[in-house]
């Protein structure tokens, strides 16, 4: 099973989520989700790792 398949899909909530895991808010897990490439810079200048990845279609997740 890949990694995407089991990280939490948080959708368009990804820059908020990961920023609550990353100061200890919300519990730690793997999350996956949307961002643009602003939000995506502005994750890594705060020191929270970020990887880019395709958007895979909804199928390969089921």
């Given at each position: 099973?890949?990694?995407?398949?089991?990280?939490?899909?948080?959708?368009?909530?990804?820059?908020?989520e990961a920023r609550?895991?990353h100061y200890d808010?919300?519990?730690?897990?793997?999350?996956?989700?949307?961002?643009?490439?602003?939000?995506?810079?502005?994750?890594?200048?705060?020191?929270?790792?970020?990887?880019?990845?395709p958007l895979a279609?909804?199928?390969?997740?089921?």
């Amino acid at each position: 099973m890949s990694m995407a398949r089991k990280a939490e899909n948080v959708g368009e909530r990804f820059p908020e989520e990961a920023r609550r895991i990353h100061y200890d808010e919300a519990p730690a897990r793997s999350i996956r989700g949307v961002a643009s490439a602003d939000e995506a810079r502005d994750l890594l200048e705060e020191g929270i790792l970020v990887l880019p990845a395709p958007l895979a279609s909804t199928e390969e997740f089921h």
